[in-house]
C-alpha cells in the first residue's frame, strides 16, 4: 500500500478554488513536516508551501495569501488553494518527512495530482 494518499487535483478556471489532501496515516515513524511540491511541464519541482510538526508554514512567494497549507491530528495534510492562476498549472506532490525511534530520517512522496488552471 502506498504510504500517502493524494487527492483533490482537477480541472478549474481562473479565479477557482481547490482543496489538495494529503492522507500520511500510513507513514512509519513521527512526522517532522509535510509539504505541497508542484512541478510544471519543463520545469523544476518547487516547494510551494510547508508546515512543521510546530505548525510553523512556510509558502512559495507567488502563492502567498492565495494557499493555505494545514494538517489534522489524523496525519492529513491540506492546501486550500484561493484565486488559482494559470502559472499554478502542474502536478502537486506531497512530501512528508519523519522520524524513526532511532532518529533516522526518512522521505515519503506520493505519486502526485494534477492541477490544470485554464480558461
Known amino acids: 500500500q502506498e504510504p500517502l494518499v493524494e487527492a483533490g487535483g482537477g480541472l478549474v478556471q481562473p479565479g477557482d478554488s481547490l482543496r489538495l489532501s494529503c492522507g500520511a496515516s500510513r507513514t512509519p515513524g513521527s512526522i517532522d513536516s509535510m509539504e505541497w511540491e508542484r512541478q510544471a511541464q519543463g520545469m523544476q519541482r518547487e516547494l510551494v508551501a510547508r508546515?512543521?510538526?510546530?505548525?510553523?508554514t512556510y509558502y512559495l512567494h507567488s502563492v502567498e495569501g492565495r494557499f493555505t497549507i494545514s494538517r489534522d491530528n489524523a496525519k492529513t495534510m491540506y492546501l486550500q488553494m484561493n484565486n488559482l492562476k494559470p502559472e499554478d498549472t502542474g502536478v502537486y506532490y506531497c512530501?512528508?518527512?519523519?522520524?524513526?525511534?532511532?532518529?533516522?530520517?526518512?522521505?515519503?512522496w506520493g505519486r502526485g495530482t494534477q492541477v490544470t488552471v485554464s480558461s
Open positions: 512530501h512528508v518527512v519523519t522520524t524513526d525511534a532511532t532518529h533516522h530520517r526518512r522521505d515519503f
Open positions: 508546515i512543521t510538526n510546530f505548525d510553523n
